[in-house]
């Protein structure tokens, strides 16, 4: 079985600031992880994802993330903050072999002040 | 223009109505997904579908029955809708090579009064 938890259902920066997004999951093969950006009253947009080969992804809109084995992470990042990021963040893992049974984490909602 | 679409965006009902939510796609994807949002976001597979073929159902009632006319379509019937079926269902599509990385659709919010 596979899960994923994202840490902190609330995050709130400043423009400008570090985004900081956790994600930790739970596979018993390698994963496949993924970050999706839902902005409000929209679907789910594909940010970046991590399949095999480099572990420092780089997204959409200066978004990248890392997968670190050892610390069965898949954190999300931004140097720097813009209100246009505003939206709630899911990451998902799969197995990749099982045509594309995504679990996603429960969401974090980003928040971004002037 | 629309890589995946679905029909209708807003859906109202009664409890014990059928209804049916119709979703495609023109990405030239032969796998695709419905899923469940509820009111906590939580988002939820509930069924998977490949050339047409029923790949995922993931414990869902009776009452939810996909169907896939062609590989560009996968339609969601419900039937005798109750209150616990209202929530926010996406459909998704993905192709063969990459099956897990999937193109989402708006989302047809659903509520049953």
């Known amino acids: 079985a596979q899960s994923v938890t994202q840490l902190g259902s609330h995050v709130s920066v400043s423009e400008g600031a570090l985004v900081l997004l956790r994600c930790n999951y739970s596979s018993s093969v390698p994963p496949y992880l993924f970050w999706y950006v839902q902005y409000p009253n929209q679907g789910l947009q594909l940010l970046l994802k991590?399949?095999?080969?480099?572990?420092l992804v780089k997204g959409i809109n200066g978004f990248e993330a890392e997968f670190k084995k050892s610390e069965t992470s898949f954190h999300l990042t931004k140097p720097s903050a813009h209100m246009s990021d505003a939206a709630e963040y899911f990451c998902?893992?799969?197995?990749?072999?099982?045509?594309?049974?995504?679990?996603f984490g429960q969401g974090t909602i980003l928040t971004v002040h002037p | 223009d629309t890589a995946v679409s679905q029909t209708p965006k807003y859906l109202v009902t009664q409890m014990g109505n059928d209804k049916s939510i119709k979703c495609e796609q023109n990405l030239g994807h032969d796998t695709m997904y419905w899923y469940k949002q509820d009111s906590k976001k939580f988002l939820k597979i509930m069924f998977s579908?490949?050339?047409?073929?029923?790949?995922i159902n993931e414990t869902v009632p009776n009452r939810f029955s996909p169907k896939s006319p062609d590989k560009a379509h996968l339609n969601l019937h419900i039937n005798s809708l109750e209150l616990g079926d209202s929530a926010v269902y996406f459909c998704?599509?993905?192709?063969?090579?990459?099956?897990?990385?999937?193109?989402f659709g708006p989302g047809t919010r659903l509520t049953v009064l």
């Open positions: 579908y490949n050339n047409k073929e029923l790949i």
């Open positions: 998704a599509s993905g192709a063969s090579g990459e099956p897990d990385t999937q193109y």
């Open positions: 998902a893992v799969s197995h990749g072999t099982s045509y594309g049974k995504l679990t």
């Open positions: 991590y399949t095999t080969g480099a572990t």
